[in-house]
């Protein structure tokens, strides 16, 4: 059974940080690439951060330049997404994706909130 499980969400004041988590499970994690994508209310899903299969490229939305890192490790099946210097425009649902060839699988998702 394909599982992504996203954790490390919360609320976080502006200019704080946060570190997400999505841990893999019933398929070969070191093939696929992983991407973290968000929601806001309101608005479409949008590509946060991705990361190829053995962490050698990797690429971000130009709003999280510079604040953002994503980061794998494939012993433990395991997508990051550290998340520094947070602005309320940050606020969202993070979903994890994973993606090989015809293959697509999306975590449940988890709620980050900065506000003061």
């Known amino acids: 059974q394909v599982q992504l499980v996203e954790s490390g969400g919360g609320l976080v004041q502006p200019g704080g940080s946060l570190s997400l988590s999505c841990v893999a499970s019933?398929?070969?994690?070191?093939?696929?690439?992983m991407t973290w994508y968000r929601q806001a209310p309101g608005k479409e899903r949008e590509l946060v951060a991705g990361?190829?299969?053995?962490?050698?490229?990797?690429n971000y939305a130009d709003s999280v330049k510079g604040r953002f890192t994503i980061s794998r490790d494939n012993a433990k099946n395991t997508v990051y997404l550290q998340m520094n210097s947070l602005r309320p425009e940050d606020t969202a649902v993070y979903y994890c994706?994973?993606?090989?060839?015809?293959?697509?699988?999306w975590g449940q998702g988890t709620q980050v909130t900065v506000s003061s």
């Open positions: 990361i190829t299969t053995f962490g050698l490229s990797t």
């Open positions: 994706n994973a993606r090989w060839s015809a293959d697509l699988y």
């Open positions: 019933g398929f070969r994690f070191s093939r696929y690439t």
